[in-house]
């Protein structure tokens, strides 16, 4: 069965400041998406950056970038130059099948001024 | 596109009542998905359907939930009987269906579901 392990229920950063959140998932599986969604308080699930497994290369998106370790099956979120706007749960995800995507219990991040 | 909306946003019901979520989801879409959500966990999957096809339904899903998308376009999710642990967010979501597993899914707003 695959999981999703978040170990951090919370974090909090300066604005500015870059922070890393934690992943690490199980599965048995070779071929396989992870993602990184953000929950601001309107509860709205966005995608915030995805990885494909088979890919070495580091997923980055803007001011978002992640660490793919497929062997530790470790895939933390780094966000830089954090912005308030960044305050959110973030939710690591696994997908196998599109149709059973698992969700770790999420870490709460607070932006402060 | 105006993404996927998910109403009521809220629903307070009493214990024993039966409710009906709808979604709509992103026009050209042709996956849809129903998720849970308690405070303090992440989503949890219940079912989804391709077209008008429920193709997949989670344990959590009891005899007492079910799904439909009759023309493959909104959904809606009816819990009869309500009990209190019933009690959550209920997440739709859509995708557009790609070999793989990679494709991206959108998510509603959620709705919200108070059993007293």
């Known amino acids: 069965a695959q999981t ?24 048995s599986e070779n071929n396989y998406y992870l993602f990184w969604y953000k929950q601001p308080p309107s509860r709205q699930m966005i995608l915030v950056i995805r990885q494909e497994a088979y890919k070495q290369q580091n997923a980055t998106e803007n001011r978002f970038s992640v660490n793919f370790q497929k062997a530790a099956k470790s895939f933390s979120l780094k966000i830089s130059d954090s912005q308030l706007g960044d305050t959110a ?25 | ?5 998910q109403n009521p946003r809220h629903k307070i019901t009493k214990r024993g009542q039966n409710v009906t979520f709808r979604c709509d989801p992103i026009s050209e879409h042709n996956r849809l998905y129903w998720y849970r959500q308690t405070l303090g966990q ?24 079910s799904a439909e998308r009759p023309k493959g376009s909104f959904s809606t999710l009816e819990i009869q009987r309500t009990e209190q642990g019933d009690s959550a967010m209920y997440l739709c979501a859509s995708s557009l269906a790609a070999k793989g597993p990679g494709n991206t899914i959108y998510f509603g707003e959620g709705s919200w579901l108070t059993v007293v």
């Not at chain 1, 995800?93 to 607070?110: E, I, K, Q, V």
């Open chain 2, 42 to 65: 992440g989503p949890e999957f219940l079912t989804y359907f391709q077209n008008e096809a429920q193709l997949e339904k989670s344990r959590l899903l009891s005899d007492r939930f």
């Open chain 2, 1 to 5: 596109d105006t993404g996927v909306s």
């Open chain 1, 89 to 113: 749960m973030y939710f690591c995800a696994f997908a196998y099948n599109n149709n059973d995507m698992r969700f770790g219990a999420g870490t709460r991040l607070t932006v402060k001024p």
């Open chain 1, 4 to 27: 999703v392990t978040q170990s951090q229920p919370e974090m909090s950063v300066q604005e500015a400041e870059t922070v890393t959140l934690s992943c690490t998932y199980d599965t």
